[in-house]
Structure formats: C-alpha cells, structure tokens
C-alpha cells in the first residue's frame, strides 16, 4: 500500500522560506513522477512542480518560478519542495502525489497521479 506523508509546514511571514518534505512508503511504479500540488481556500487544485525519478523537473505553476524548487532522493523515497521568496498568495494546503510520469504543463494535471498525501498548511503573513 502506498503512503506519502508530507511535513514541513507551517507559518511564515512574507519573504520567508519553508521546506517541505514527502516520504513515500513504497514506488508503485519503477519509474515515477513525485509532485507537489496547492490548494488555496475558494481555488481550485493546482499543480506546483514535478519531478521524475531521473530527475527532470516540469513546472506547471508560472507564478512559483525562480522561487519554488523540488527535488528528490531516491534512495529515501522522498520529495522536497524548496519555497524561497514566500507570499501571502502561495498561501495554501500543498500535497505531494504519485504518478507513473510527470504530465505536461497543460490541462489538468491532477489526474494523473493517483497517490496522494494528506497535505501540509502553509500559510504566509504580509
């Protein structure tokens, strides 16, 4: 069965940083795309960042560019999300989710990933 727990959340002002971590329990699939997802109170889901397991990162939300930077390791079966430059508007319930491959950046990505942590608070103050 596979689990992904997310930590890191939290609250920090505007132009703080937070970084937030996904452990996958398993790797349904021998390669994988791990990425993170946000959803701000009254918005619709959206896709932040993903990454495969070989490494290539696709953006799908313009708005975290030169901020937002993911990686992995493997070996641990974890996701980050390194979040520089916050504000207020970033603020949201982040996920990280599963997905046999990183789909482009268009449409909705969200169902491409059929696993799914529980989510993070991330709140950013002005």
């Known amino acids: ?10 609250s920090v002002q505007a132009g703080g940083s937070l970084r937030l971590s996904c452990a996958a329990s ?10 993170w997802f946000r959803q701000a109170p009254g918005k619709e889901r959206e896709g932040v960042l993903g990454i495969h397991t070989l490494g290539s990162v696709t953006r799908y939300a ?25 504000k207020p508007e970033d603020t949201a319930v982040y996920y990280c989710a599963l997905g ?27």
């Open 100 to 126: 046999p491959f990183c789909p482009g950046a268009n449409g909705a990505v969200g169902r491409f990933f059929k696993y799914w942590g529980q989510g993070t608070q991330v709140t950013v103050s002005s």
């Open 62 to 86: 313009e708005s975290v560019k030169g901020r937002f930077t993911i990686s992995r390791d493997n070996a641990k079966k974890t996701v980050y999300l390194q979040m520089n430059s916050l």
């Open 1 to 10: 069965q596979v689990q992904l727990v997310e930590s890191g959340g939290g």
């Open 26 to 35: 398993v790797y349904p699939y021998s390669s994988n795309c791990m990425g």
